[in-house]
């Protein structure tokens, strides 16, 4: 599969949460490196942090950003409960729409925190410059 597979189908994903990728809304990225696609695809929540912290990709509102990306989460397993319920009992429905809901609604009331720090052990000689 080539790089545009994986730029259109995260493309989709995320216009399903009315997020564009390139867009001019506060809650739609940027996307700096191409290998982002990939990265978010093959390596799910890991790779977007990794990729976020190699300056791949930015947002300027995150906490917007995230409600939508939860919500639209939430709206797929909704859509598709009939076809989880075979795999996945009502308990666990019940648990993962509170965390999906619960997030979300963090992120929607700015009760979440976003925190980036850097370990070194030396120290940092040279200047260092955050992808933000």
């Known amino acids: 599969m080539g790089s545009n597979f994986f730029k259109h189908r995260l493309s989709d994903l995320l216009s399903s949460a009315g997020i564009t990728v390139n867009g001019s809304a506060p ?35 995150f906490d917007e950003f995230f409600y939508r990306t939860l919500k639209a989460w939430h709206s797929n397993i909704e859509d598709n409960r009939a076809a989880l319920s075979l795999t996945y009992d009502e308990r666990f429905h019940r648990m993962w729409r509170y965390y999906l809901l619960s997030a979300a609604g963090s992120f929607r009331a ?16 040279e200047e260092f410059r955050v992808p933000r």
């Not at 809650?27 to 912290?53: K, Q």
């Not at 979440?112 to 120290?123: A, E, F, H, P």
């Open 110 to 125: 700015r009760h979440v925190q976003l925190w980036q720090l850097l370990y070194s052990k030396n120290g940092i000689e």
């Open 27 to 61: 809650w739609d990225i940027t996307v700096h490196d191409d290998r982002f696609y990939r990265c978010v695809l093959s390596g799910s929540h890991l790779g977007a942090g990794e990729s976020y912290m190699d300056g791949w990709w930015d947002a300027p509102a």
